[in-house]
C-alpha cells in the first residue's frame, strides 16, 4: 500500500480559489495580484495549470482565453509566445483593474518564482481526459527545484496516477509532493457529457481508489455529507478540502465535514 504523504500544511490555513481574486477591485483569478493578496491575508492558494501547444504550462482556469483575455482560442492550440502576448481585460469588472492588478498570464515558473515559498500552493491540472500526460511531465519538470509547499490534484484519475506513478519531489531535499484527486458526488452535469458512462460510473462510486491511492481529497462542497469524503477522513486519514465555498452555509458545512476550505468571494472566513 502506497504510504500516505500528507503534510500538515495541506489544511493548516484556509485555501484561496485562483487566489484571493476580486474582479470588481481590478484583481483577477490566478494573477499575481491575487497570489500576493492570499498571502497577505495569511491564506494559502490553489491555482489552475493549463498547458500550451508547445508544452509550456501557464496559471490560467479556463480551457480558452475568451472570458478573461483581449485574445481568443484555446490554450492547447496556441503556442506559449502566442499565449504570452494576451492581456488581461475581464469582461465583468465594476471599475478600471487596479493600478497592482497584473495583466498578462503567468506561466508556472513565474508563479512559482513569485510565492517563492511563502505559502501552500495547490495546483489543479486541467485534462481533457484523452491519455495526453505531458501536463504532468512538464509540471514535475517546473517544480523539481521549487522549495516551498506544493500539491499536485486533478479531475482526471488516469493523470493522479500517472502523477503517483512519477514520484515527483521538490527542491533541494527532494521532498515528496503531495498528490491529490478532485471529485464530487455525480456527473451528471452537461460540463461532463465528455465522459463516457463507464467513466462516470465507476468515479461516483470512486472505483479508482485503490488505483490511485490519494495523499488528499478536493471535494464539491455541495456533495457534504457523503460517503467518499467520510471515509477519506476516517478510515484513511487523509486531509480532505472542500471546494468551492461562496457562502456562510457552505462554509459552515465545510467546517462540520471536511478538514479545510477552498474558498472565495463570501465564503471567506
Known sequence: MTQLNAPAWLTERPIAHRGLHDAAGGVIENTPAAAEAAIAGGFAIECDLQMSADGELFVFHDDTLDRLTDAKGA?????????????????????????????????????????????????????????????????????????????????????????????????????????????????????WDLLTLKQRSNWTTFEHFDRLRPDFLSWNVDDLPHKVPFLMKELNNAPVMAWTVRTAAQRDAARKWAGQIVFEGDGRP
Open 75 to 191: 490554450l492547447i492550440e496556441m503556442s506559449a509566445s502566442a499565449i504570452t502576448k494576451a492581456r488581461i481585460v475581464p469582461r465583468r469588472a465594476a471599475s478600471p483593474p487596479a493600478p497592482t492588478a497584473t495583466p498578462f498570464i503567468p506561466t508556472f515558473a513565474e508563479f512559482l518564482g513569485l510565492v517563492a515559498g511563502r505559502t501552500p500552493i495547490i495546483c489543479e491540472l486541467k485534462s481533457r481526459f484523452d491519455g495526453d500526460w505531458r501536463i504532468g511531465d512538464r509540471a514535475i519538470a517546473v517544480s523539481a527545484s521549487y522549495d516551498g509547499p506544493l500539491a499536485f490534484k486533478s479531475f482526471d484519475p488516469d493523470l493522479v496516477a500517472y502523477l503517483r506513478l512519477r514520484s515527483p519531489r521538490l527542491g533541494a531535499s527532494r521532498t515528496p509532493c503531495p498528490i491529490g484527486i478532485v471529485a464530487e458526488a455525480s456527473y451528471d452535469d452537461p460540463a
